[in-house]
T-cell receptor, first 116, second 113 residues
Framework: KAGVTQTPRYLIKTRGQQVTLSCSPI?????VSWYQQTPGQGLQFLFE???????NKGNFPGRFSGRQFSNSRSEMNVSTLELGDSALYLC???????????????FGPGTRLTVL | QKEVEQNSGPLSVPEGAIASLNCTYS??????FFWYRQYSGKSPELIMF??SNGDKEDGRFTAQLNKASQYVSLLIRDSQPSDSATYLC?????????????WGAGTKLIIKP
């Protein structure tokens, strides 16, 4: 079974630009969660999508948004990029995600975003 | 504010010894507990999960859960240099209408040859 895929793997942008990251979950998984990871900050939860609906949301500004398509693929968008948005963005796939008391998540390789 | 606490380390353990990693959580309603391993520059990899009180063993790894004391631990027997990584504890906690994984900041483990 193929794992979680994320594209692109690396991205360099300048302040003020916007960016769209893509995530394809494991086949059969309907939940996709997005995280931001910076050195020393740990995993910061952005949001979770399940069946095209945002189910949970973290404490990030409205510049961070996402969506999920009918095939469970998800995209995350960051508008008006700031230097502090430089991070590893991780997507995690789960069968039922937050709808389950189990919620095992499997991560993709991540997209490393650098904002100059 | 639901919290998951881990000692940031680094925790230095000689090769062949037992590495013990600990995690405490604040929400008594938490249902499931996960340990992830993350190598530098890579994404987290799920290595163990536990749902019930007690011990769960998988090869050299043992997860221990004590819901009364609200802690979960990971033991790594016969530690190898390849076990050197950051270990993340995650706890599935109920929200108003569903569940959300709450993450610890991770413990950096160094296995010394």
């Amino acid at each position: 079974k193929a794992g979680v895929t994320q594209t692109p793997r690396y991205l360099i942008k300048t302040r003020g630009q916007q960016v769209t990251l893509s995530c394809s979950p494991i086949s059969g998984h309907r939940s996709v969660s997005w995280y931001q990871q910076t050195p020393g900050q740990g995993l910061q939860f952005l949001f979770e999508y399940f069946s095209e609906t945002q189910r949970n949301k973290g404490n990030f500004p409205g510049r961070f948004s996402g969506r999920q398509f009918s095939n469970s693929r998800s995209e995350m968008n960051v508008s008006t990029l700031e230097l502090g948005d430089s991070a590893l963005y991780l997507c995690a796939s789960s069968l039922a995600g937050g709808g389950s008391s189990y919620n095992e998540q499997f991560f993709g390789p991540g997209t490393r975003l650098t904002v100059l | 504010q639901k919290e998951v606490e881990q000692n940031s380390g680094p925790l230095s353990v000689p090769e062949g010894a037992i590495a013990s990693l600990n995690c405490t959580y604040s929400d008594r309603g938490s249902q499931s507990f996960f340990w992830y391993r993350q190598y530098s520059g890579k994404s987290p990899e799920l290595i163990m999960f536990i749902y019930s009180n007690g011990d769960k063993e998988d090869g050299r790894f043992t997860a221990q859960l004590n819901k009364a004391s609200q802690y979960v631990s990971l033991l790594i027997r016969d530690s190898q240099p390849s076990d050197s990584a950051t270990y993340l504890c995650a706890v599935n906690s109920p929200t108003d209408s569903n569940y959300q994984l709450i993450w610890g900041a991770g413990t950096k483990l160094i296995i010394k040859p």
